[in-house]
């Protein structure tokens, strides 16, 4: 399945500005990246994938609809899979990319 376009182009116009952007593909999907670290992407098994702070993992869990990522059959701290449906409107997806973003701002740049 590949990403969803229009998801990506609502990620992209929230982080427009952001300094030190780039796009990529990776995980299936179109990843947007802050000092060279994912924030957040378009994921290709839908919905988006979002980086945060392992320490929040957990209670976003507990707290939202989201998911931990699950890579080769294990959980992934700090990743987390968040289904399109719980991204419909620009306030719902703009706290999950200020999450990703703060996040990835927060991680030492990447050469």
Avoid: C, H
Wanted: no cysteine.
């Amino acid at each position: 399945m590949p990403y969803d376009e229009k998801l990506a182009a609502r990620i992209r116009d929230l982080v427009a500005g952001e300094p030190d952007l780039t796009e990529k593909k990776m995980f299936g999907g179109l990843a947007f990246l802050v000092g060279g670290n994912m924030a957040v992407a378009a994921s290709g098994q839908g919905g988006a994938l979002v980086r945060v702070n392992p320490a929040q993992s957990d209670k976003l869990v507990a707290t939202t609809n989201a998911r931990l990522m699950e890579m080769r059959g294990r959980s992934m701290q700090g990743w987390l899979r968040v289904g399109a449906e719980d991204l419909r409107t620009r306030r719902q997806l703009a706290k999950w990319v200020e999450l990703g973003t703060g996040y990835a701002r927060s991680l030492p740049a990447k050469g």
